[in-house]
């Protein structure tokens, strides 16, 4: 894909999350929305997968430790062909593959189970050591997507050391930084800066990049595959909410809105990088 | 078919082995058994037996440092990679500190990721109350998907390693640290979900786990002078239960007593009392911690503070055969 179609996909699936909170009553909002540039990249442009072949051995792995910003997984991930886009309204309603935060063994292309925060990044370190000291299988990467406020966990850190200790390289994680958590923003709540210091100071490769930009994505992947004797972080900036003017740089939309209407008049709002775009139908 | 038991069980010189010592010979065949099995340690690779492991498969051993959340979700991660993980810490730690991580990416994620928690009980003796895991046994066997095991001796803790591993399924196993009588043999049987008749007897059911199967069984022994026949039943899995074996015991017997080295509430004797309250109401006396924390102190003088000894279990025994009517026989 050109990074312009890869823009209009991610356009496709920031519309999928909207209409799928909007169908389901509950979810987060801003998180989705802001990761939809970095994880669509990631399925179309930078891992090597099978969406027909789920469980095929030789796949690069994705962990979102941030569960709660499954919506934008599950549309990517529609979107890809894992299983129907008209499924995607299913989410959070019984009965559903599409559980409210991740299941790995409700949905086939899951790798696992995550929502309590501070948990994924070491599962993900975990299976980095095993591709690089078990395996011997130096083709492979694990990409883990964090949040920012999920950095307060000492699950985390915990990790960060270990990683760190075992100079796990084929261990990639973004870190979704669009400075808000639920009380308010990431510096009132518990602040994180140094961040950059903090990650270098515990043996990691670090860069920093624009979330937003696919071509930023791709290279910084890239960079960090090259990388061999480090895991890597990208702290990639994002606008929390991007995409959706109202909902921008605004914490309260870490969560849900009012009611669905919010949603159908963020479909209306959405914007693309080209500018306004009409919403239609999900299917 | 009765259940082999050591030809001294009774006597003053049965041989003794810390229950972690079993686990530390099973670990090991394992490694030789079986390439998927890798071993992680949060910082105390000797105390729990993982040493022998380490020192013959150190390429599959992953030392954690003292991290026990990163110990178990790195093990969720191996074991997604189609691992074995074992991990061991000490129960009080593990599951004691992560049992969020344990319950959300490895008994809702279903990974057969083995947790060993090593010193459980007041026998660990002078560290304390706070090293002193009794909570354990409550905390795991409430997770769906997890199998919770506490094995009477050293020669059944090898057995369950060995069945842990083949089983695709979340499992903790219960460590004690000190030295316990071995009563079972190699040739006596251990299969996971199985509970064992070590002694028969009529006049009420003895059900023990861990460390307490043996001072049930000594006790039984004492009151035999006394014209008492009480059943011995041993429960090495407490989850899932064997609730054909306990119940035609308890069906046979009409009382029941539970022994654990642990919180009565919620732990074993609690799982007891929600099947018999369910399908065979039944008198019963839990034995075991009861709404207290130990404290320093020889493992022997905590023991018998605790009245956790088969000299102060044999007089319980009578009492509550002398207060309480049989039940069943007779409905």
Known sequence: MTITQLQQKAADVRRDILTMLEAAGSGHSAGPLDLADIITTLYFDIMNIDPKKPEWPERDIFILSNGHTVPVQYAVMAERGYFDVSELTTLRKLGSRLQGHPERKKLPGLETTSGPLGCGLSQGAGYAYSLQYLDNARHRWVYVVTGDGELNEGNIWEAAMFAGKYKLSQLIVFIDRNNIQIDGPTDEVMPLEDLRGKWEAFGWHVQEIDGHNIESVIDAASMARAISNKPSVIISHTIPGKGVDFMEYDYHWHGYGKSPADYTRALTKLRTLNGKITSGDIS | ?331
């Open chain 2, 1 to 331: 078919m009765s259940y082999p038991l050591v030809s001294n069980v009774y006597a003053e010189d049965i041989a003794q082995e810390p229950i972690r010592a079993g686990f530390g010979r099973g670990l090991k065949n394992l490694g030789e058994t079986n390439k998927n099995v890798v071993a992680l340690c949060a910082d105390l690779t000797d105390s729990t037996q993982m040493s022998l492991f380490k020192e013959a498969f150190p390429e599959r051993f992953i030392e954690m440092g003292i991290a026990e959340q990163n110990l178990v979700t790195v093990a969720a991660g191996l074991a997604r990679a189609s691992k074995i993980p074992f991990t061991s810490s000490y129960a009080a730690f593990s599951p004691g500190r992560n049992w969020e991580q344990i319950r959300t990416t490895i008994a809702l994620n279903d990974q057969p990721v083995k947790i060993i928690g090593s010193h459980a009980g007041v026998s660990v003796g002078p560290d304390g109350a706070t090293h002193q895991m009794l909570e354990d046994i409550a905390l795991m066997r409430v997770l769906p998907n997890m199998i919770v095991i506490a094995p009477g001796d050293s020669v059944e803790a090898e057995k369950a390693t060995k069945a842990i591993a083949e089983n695709d399924k979340p499992s903790y196993l219960r460590l004690a640290r000190e030295k316990t009588p071995i009563f079972s043999t190699p040739d006596s049987p251990f299969e996971i979900g199985k509970a064992y008749v070590l002694r028969e007897g009529y006049d009420i059911s003895l059900l023990g786990t861990g460390t307490m199967t043996y001072q049930l069984l000594f006790a039984a022994h004492l009151l035999e002078t006394q014209g008492i026949h009480a059943e011995v039943v041993h429960v090495p899995t407490v989850k899932p239960l064997d609730e054909a074996t306990i119940l035609a015991s308890v069906r046979k017997t009409g009382r029941v007593i539970t022994a654990e080295e642990a919180q009565i509430a919620a732990g074993f004797g609690g799982a007891i009392a929600e099947l018999l309250g369910e399908k065979l109401p039944t008198p019963q006396l839990r034995i075991g911690m009861n709404d207290h924390f130990g404290e320093s102190g020889t493992p022997n003088e905590l023991l018998e503070k605790f009245e956790l000894t088969a000299r102060q279990i044999a007089p319980k025994i009578q009492q509550f055969i002398d207060a309480v009517p049989r039940y069943h026989q007779g409905f």
